[in-house]
């Protein structure tokens, strides 16, 4: 009777499991080293998440250090007048750098819906005539963040928005320093075949709503059948 054998082939052996990288804590980084990498994290992110994590990570998102260290790298122009004007650093409170970081409000239009783009939003209006409107553009106006404008009717409509300058960034110290400049510019024209009156009055206002100073201008009507497009007062 015959016999035959197979030949045994060795029996696998499985690849040991890869063992979890250990997660990277930043917490775990010196403070001075933690700052630099916090630096490079958006302003908005930094005071909207970042200041949540813990105790640690909100001191240094509160601290001026950080954000002297944002604004010299991204901002450098504006380092030495915020310098200049920062009042001594509050226990406890987040830094007012924090918020000039996230809303930037210098070089900026701080003025919302300017165009109308989003009809009349965030104006308080007086209407007259047939009221106010928005409509495109009759003539490209170079730079506008919308080509759309606001359009009144037969007989006087008014429009305002009032600002907080502290909302937007700044703060009393800086504001009372005299270094910064608030401009003011609006443009204004008539069609052809329909003249029209126009006013612009800005007011500069305390926290109790006095009126601390004031331009008005009223340039000269534009009559009838004109051939005058568009005005720019700054």
Not at 168 to 196: M, N, T, Y
Request: charged share 20%; proline share 9%.
């Amino acid at each position: 009777m015959g016999a035959s054998a197979s030949r045994g082939r060795p029996a696998r052996v499985p690849a040991p499991e890869p063992e979890p990288e250990e997660a990277l804590d930043l917490s775990q980084l010196p403070p001075e080293l933690l700052l630099v990498v916090l630096s490079h994290v958006p302003p908005r992110t930094l005071l909207g998440c970042c200041r949540r994590v813990c105790r640690g990570w909100r001191a240094l998102v509160d601290c001026q250090a950080l954000w002297l260290l944002i604004l010299a790298r991204d901002h450098g122009v504006l380092l030495p007048l915020a310098r200049s004007c920062l009042p001594p650093a509050r226990d406890g409170r987040p830094s007012l750098l924090g918020r000039f970081c996230e809303r930037r409000p210098i070089g900026r239009n701080l003025i919302r819906n300017p165009c109308g783009q989003e009809g009349l939003r965030k104006w308080m209006v007086q209407h007259g005539g047939d009221g106010w409107v928005v409509e495109g553009n009759r003539s490209t106006v170079p730079g506008a963040p919308s080509q759309t404008c606001f359009v009144s009717s037969f007989s006087w409509c008014r429009k305002k928005q009032v600002l907080d300058l502290e909302e937007e960034g700044l703060w009393p110290e800086l504001l009372d320093s005299g270094k910064i400049e608030i401009c003011v510019s609006d443009w204004w024209g008539a069609r052809h075949d329909s003249g029209c009156m126009y006013r612009l009055l800005v007011q500069l206002l305390d926290a109790n709503q006095t009126v601390l100073d004031k331009f008005s201008a009223m340039p000269v009507p534009i009559q009838q059948w004109n051939n005058n497009v568009c005005f720019q007062r700054i």
